[in-house]
């Protein structure tokens, strides 16, 4: 997989720890059903780094090559959501 960071915005969360959580088996990519993010092509994405962190992502796509535009650390909602959907998969 393949990452520009041109667009990326958030300096406190290191690319390399952003790469792994796109890469980890059960990180969920999610596609907008409209509004602001689908115009603009923005896709979400919640995963794990190899260290634990659960982190959440906008970004966007060309289908070859990641964007990422910020990362945040997921909230607990989000983790809960995370780990069921990761549950279900196994």
């Not at 962190?53 to 070859?64: E, H, I, K, N």
């Not at 959907?85 to 196994?90: F, Q, T, Y």
Request: net charge negative; with cysteine; hydrophobic share 35%.
């Amino acid at each position: 997989m393949d990452f520009d960071w041109s667009s990326y915005s958030t300096p406190e969360i290191p690319p390399q720890a952003v790469q792994e959580s796109f890469e980890d088996p059960f990180c969920l990519r999610i596609l907008p059903g409209g509004g602001a993010l689908a115009e603009h092509s923005r896709f979400l994405c919640l995963g794990k780094s190899l260290s634990g962190q659960s982190l959440f992502s906008l970004y966007s796509s060309d289908g070859r090559r990641m964007r990422p535009i910020a990362t945040r650390a997921m909230t607990t909602h989000e983790i809960y959501f995370y780990e069921r959907k990761a549950k279900e998969s196994l």
